[in-house]
């Protein structure tokens, strides 16, 4: 049996101890990844610091989707207010120049109307008219009176309540692109810090396995190691730096995002913080479709396209009936030779008419009247499917949250058995007792139980801006 060399015994004994303190001393160094060295580092002046709160709130003033919704909001009010002018008094100027046979006549007047919320209108017309041989000073009034079709404040106002319904549905999808925005902008801003936190994970990792592939080395130098542990440990730094570049590639474009969301220049720095303790949510699911049922704004829109719906088919209905108006005219006027006697209105006439227009078979209104009948039944529908879709969702968000709630327990029990195999590794390698794969292996497995746990964790807390979403208490709703 050969004899071991001397000078190996003599090498082992002298540079092991040294190798075997520096890779207890590497192993059991604390884990802080880049970004926390860094923390008390003096941030450039020009990065902007932004709070989950901080982003909230230019989110909700700044965004320009949102900002979008407040035009067709303030387009929707204009159409109102132009509605609503049709009952205002109105004062239409009239003149005209005729010329026959070479006589000149030459008339003005000036009528002053109003529409009554009634359907009635009166109207008052003072006038002159002038030619060679006459002229004619007036006062015409008349009243309008709806007998059948158009009488009424509800035909009459059915432009006005249109238009305020749309009011309504304006202001209810502006509310709700502001709970899209906010669920957006926590998602966007937790985008950015899980995507940091896989960049400063991938930077120490990497320092991590050059550290591995140079005691790989160094071992293998004084035969302690073999040359697949110097490959092993080069090939698993490639890895990492690939890793590091990806991560750095989705931590722009969550950035660019994120300041998409809030308006700001994409080539502004940014920093964010956000909390990332997990609170448990204790809400039964009885109790947590009730706060939603009472509380979603959607469903105060099905309501309300209902109630418009059943409005709609009343007008319908009253569309059916024929057009028949009262008119009731009077004039005083006098004639005289000069036009400075046309003052005294001396003469009266009246008149009274009985106008009427109508298609016998009305088979447009009639078709209009079923299909507003129609319209009543699918929006009854249209309410009961968002009811129960509201009372799905809450229950499966609550049950989603659960699960992810779940999640970050087993991801800290994996966590904690990564760490107690990891230091099992250091021992045995420390020892000899195993190569450094075992110990590559066991960081890898506790850095990619990390990531895991902040993806649980941030899963968790989206979660619970969801749920708050879905019971319709995630923004303030505005007065009425």
Do not use: C
């Not at 890779?23 to 923390?39: C, H, K, R, Y």
């Not at 940091?196 to 550290?211: K, N």
């Not at 592939?213 to 697949?228: N, T």
């Amino acid at each position: 049996m050969p004899r071991k060399d001397p000078y190996r015994r003599h090498v082992r004994r002298r540079v092991a101890p040294i190798i075997t303190a520096l890779v207890i001393w590497l192993g059991t160094s604390p884990l802080t990844t880049p970004a926390q060295e860094n923390d008390g580092a003096v941030p450039e002046t020009s990065t902007l610091h932004l709070t989950l709160a901080d982003a909230i709130r230019i989110a909700l003033s700044d965004n320009r989707s949102l900002q979008e919704s407040g035009y067709a909001l303030e387009r929707q009010a204009y159409t109102l207010e132009a509605t609503l002018s049709d009952f205002d008094i109105t004062y239409r100027p009239t003149s005209q120049v005729i010329t026959t046979d070479g006589n000149d006549l030459v008339q003005g007047g000036l009528t002053v109307e109003k529409k009554f919320q009634t359907g009635i209108t009166a109207a008052v017309t003072p006038g002159v008219s002038w030619s060679e041989n006459t002229s004619t000073g007036e006062i015409a009034m008349s009243l309008s009176i709806p007998l059948l079709r158009g009488l009424g404040r509800d035909p009459t106002l059915d432009g006005v309540r249109s238009a305020r319904f749309s009011l309504r549905s304006a202001e209810r999808s502006a509310y709700t692109g502001k709970v899209t925005t906010v669920l957006s902008t926590v998602s966007a801003l937790y985008d950015v810090l899980q995507q940091r936190e896989l960049v400063s994970l991938s930077r120490f990792q990497i320092d991590q396995l050059a550290g591995h592939a140079a005691m790989a080395r160094m071992k293998e130098k004084v035969g302690l190691a073999s040359p697949i542990d110097v490959y092993r440990a080069e090939i698993r730094l490639k890895d990492a730096e690939s890793a590091l570049a990806t991560a750095q590639k989705s931590l722009r474009n969550a950035e660019d995002n994120l300041k998409l969301l809030l308006a700001l220049p994409i080539e502004k720095p940014v920093s964010v913080s956000a909390p990332l303790d997990v609170t448990p949510v204790h809400l039964d699911a009885k109790t947590a479709v009730k706060i939603s049922l009472e509380n979603r704004i959607e469903l105060v829109q099905k309501e309300d396209e209902l109630r418009e719906a059943e409005r709609r088919a009343e007008i319908a209905r009253h569309n059916l009936l024929p057009r028949m108006d009262l008119v009731v005219d009077y004039r005083r006027y006098s004639l005289s030779d000069t036009f400075e006697e046309i003052s005294d209105f001396g003469e009266e006439r009246w008149g009274l008419s009985l106008t009427g227009t109508t298609d016998l078979a009305r088979k447009k209104e009639r078709f209009s009247y079923r299909q507003s009948l129609v319209n009543v039944e699918s929006a009854r529908l249209s309410y009961t499917v968002k009811k129960d879709e509201i009372i799905t969702g809450v229950r499966r968000q609550l049950e989603a949250l659960r699960e992810a709630l779940e999640r970050v327990h087993i991801k800290q029990e994996q966590i904690r058995q990564a760490e107690g195999k990891l230091a099992l590794s250091k021992i045995k390698f420390a020892y000899g007792m195993a190569g450094n794969f075992d110990v590559i292996e066991a960081e890898t497995e506790l850095q990619r139980g990390r990531v895991d746990l902040l993806s649980s964790k941030i899963d968790y807390i989206e979660g619970t801006y969801t749920l708050r979403a879905v019971l319709g208490t995630l923004v303030e709703r505005p007065e009425g």
